[in-house]
């Protein structure tokens, strides 16, 4: 299994700016699809954002136009730069990888928003 770590969130004031990482063992094998989900107290997790194997890219619309992800091609880690930030992105972000043989995900970082 892939093993995730993600880093990055903390506490930002509306309107800034964050960029979170997630530090991956190793890419998925074959095709694979990285991505980032976040779960607000009291929600559901949710995507966020994702980017498969061949840089193509997905974007939940509440997030679209503020949030880019990206990968680094040198080392399997991928990051999501937020802008604009809003108290709803207030959530746990966490990192998943899935592959053909691989659903992992990894332990969440905090991003606080204060309005």
């Known amino acids: 299994q892939v093993q995730l770590v993600e880093s990055g969130g903390t506490l930002v004031e509306t309107g800034g700016s964050l960029t979170l990482s997630c530090q991956a063992s190793e890419y998925p094998s074959g095709f694979y699809v990285m991505a980032w989900y976040r779960q607000a107290p009291g929600k559901e997790r949710e995507h966020v954002a994702d980017?498969?194997?061949?840089?193509?890219?997905k974007y939940n619309p509440s997030v679209e136009g503020r949030f880019t992800i990206y990968r680094d091609n040198a080392r399997p880690t991928i990051f999501l730069q937020m802008d604009t930030l809003e108290p709803e992105d207030t959530a746990v972000y966490y990192c998943?990888?899935?592959?053909?043989?691989?659903?992992?995900w990894g332990q969440g970082t905090q991003v606080i928003v204060s309005s």
């Open positions: 998943r990888a899935t592959g053909a043989t691989d659903d992992s």
């Open positions: 980017i498969s194997k061949f840089g193509i890219t």
